[in-house]
């Protein structure tokens, strides 16, 4: 019988699917940050404030911070499974990635929300 060994409890099939959803989310807000920033005649200070402001560009931020979160932690347990043999030191890397990760997200949510 073959354990469930997945980096967050899933199938195959379920990390497949949050990895492309993911990227898609990523990608559309690329598209999103790009086009504000053609179609914006000046960029100074007061005009990124009202823009990253917005009810919209907070949720979309926020879901595209997470999304980088989820995309970053499937995709380096699964390096890390595949690559780094020894338990002790992959288990080491897990944790330093995800205490990154965690800080990562706390650091963007205080930026973004805190004004």
Not at 4 to 17: D, H
Not at 70 to 98: C, E, N, S
Request: aromatic share 16%; glycine share 4%.
């Amino acid at each position: 019988m073959v354990n469930n060994a997945s980096a967050l409890g899933c199938s195959g099939v379920r990390e497949w699917l949050l990895m492309r959803a993911s990227s898609i989310i990523i990608i559309f807000y690329i598209i999103y940050l790009t086009s504000f920033i053609l179609f914006e005649d000046t960029l100074t200070y007061d005009v990124w404030h009202a823009f990253f402001a917005l009810p919209i560009t907070k949720v979309f931020t926020l879901l595209t911070l997470f999304s980088i979160l989820v995309h970053t932690w499937i995709g380096m347990w699964q390096i890390l499974t595949d690559y780094i043999k020894p338990l002790a030191l992959r288990l080491f890397l897990q944790m330093t990635i995800f205490i990154v990760l965690m800080v990562y997200l706390l650091y963007g949510t205080i930026v973004l929300c805190g004004e």
